[in-house]
């Protein structure tokens, strides 16, 4: 499968649809289960706070997978990010409340580099805070 978006369609600065996705605490359950990363800041409140975080907090490559869905929505295949990486800047807290926590990202098309691909600069916000620096995602259109 190959990405929706045409290379020569995009430009530097086209913006991506923006994004909200929810985090609760039975959503970091299900990802420590899924991922074996069992580590009681993401699950245990009590041991959250004993080692100075303000309470649960998301893991960090769950932050990462959620932020780049805004890029794989945009280019309608997951396939097509050839490079991703982030700096993890704070942490995504997810209170134990009916709301949890809420990551809003933001994308815009930094570069266009050869190959048809171009570089996505991905902003990710939690709690009004940027959770995730340097984020930039590598992709290869049609």
């Known amino acids: 499968m190959t ?10 600065g086209t913006e991506l649809p923006a994004q909200t996705f ?24 009590r041991f959250a706070r004993e080692v100075g975080l303000p309470d ?13 869905r805004v890029v794989t929505d945009w280019t309608g295949d997951p396939g097509s990010v050839v490079e991703y990486g982030v700096r993890f ?3 995504v807290v ?5 709301k949890g926590a809420l990551i809003e990202v933001s994308a815009k098309v930094g570069a266009k580099l050869d190959d048809n691909t171009v570089r996505v600069d991905v ?6 805070q940027k ?10 259109l049609a």
């Open 89 to 91: 800047t704070k942490p």
């Open 123 to 128: 902003t990710a916000t939690s709690g009004g």
């Open 94 to 98: 997810v209170p134990d409340d009916d």
């Open 22 to 45: 929810p985090v609760s605490r039975a959503a970091l359950v299900r990802y420590a289960g899924a991922s074996g990363d069992f580590n009681p800041i993401h699950w245990n409140e």
């Open 56 to 68: 649960v907090i998301a893991h960090g490559m769950f932050t990462m997978a959620e932020a780049v």
């Open 3 to 12: 990405a929706k978006i045409a290379y020569a369609d995009v430009e530097v």
């Open 131 to 140: 959770v995730l620096g340097m984020s930039r995602a590598v992709v290869r």
